[in-house]
């Protein structure tokens, strides 16, 4: 149980364009989705809290502009990366938290979401 | 605020060899702390998590980890080494179900065959 899918894997666009990533929790509901972003061999930084029904938390320095997150649904969240750059070439990973059963604050990642602007 | 410091960013064992992660944390309140497992080019796998009670903790693939409260720490080992085991490795802490994982930087281990 407590799966998390991500599509795209992998995405390749030119710079300027926008890209959306999506995140499903498909066998659990969460109020709750956390956006992450890996730089090569480094660790995992908070980009955004998704919550559902309301707008997402952004973390300092990180610009809502440019990384839309909308979360519609217990099940559904979304990163819509605008006018993309190189320098957002990065991988997403998000994750979910069950609604019930969670108060360890454990979660559940989905597979990332590699993007390259050239 | 919490916080996670993994000792050495990169761990190599011989492949039979016992496998030791480090990880202390900092935190104000007691801490839930996680261990996951990252291959390349994937999201992370939860390996195993210490919430109360037992202090040695069990996990998938034959990983364990003792909670050191007076060493602030939640170190990862396994008593034999497989090629598998190749992967990046993080802690990360949480103080409840409110907040979002604060990870380590990560530490890289190879097993040498």
């Given amino acids: ?118 | 605020a919490q916080s996670v410091t993994q000792l050495g960013s990169h761990v190599s064992v011989s492949e039979g060899a016992l496998v030791l992660l480090r990880c202390n944390y900092s935190s104000s309140v007691p801490p839930y702390l996680f261990w996951y497992v990252q291959y390349p080019n994937q999201g992370l796998q939860l390996l195993l998590k210490y919430t109360t009670g037992a202090t040695l903790v069990k996990g998938i693939n034959g990983f364990e980890a003792e909670f050191k409260k007076s060493e602030t720490s939640f170190h990862l080992t396994k008593p034999s080494a497989h090629m598998s085991d190749a992967a990046e490795y993080f802690c990360a802490v949480s103080v409840s179900g409110n907040t979002p994982l604060v990870f380590g930087k990560g530490t890289r281990l190879s097993v040498i065959a």
């Fill in chain 1, 1 to 118: 149980g407590a799966v998390v899918s991500q599509h795209p894997s992998w995405v390749i666009c030119k710079s300027g364009t926008s890209v959306k990533i999506e995140c499903r929790s498909l066998d659990f509901q969460a109020t709750t989705m956390f956006w992450y972003r890996q730089f090569p061999k480094q660790s995992l930084m908070l980009m955004a809290t998704s919550n559902e029904g309301s707008k997402a938390t952004y973390e300092q320095g990180v610009e809502k502009d440019k990384f839309l997150i909308n979360h519609a649904s217990l099940t559904l969240s979304t990163l819509t990366v605008t006018s993309a750059h190189p320098e957002d070439s990065s991988f997403y990973i998000c994750s979910g938290r069950p609604v019930t059963g969670s108060v360890t604050g454990e979660l559940f990642f989905g597979e990332g979401s590699r993007l390259t602007v050239l």
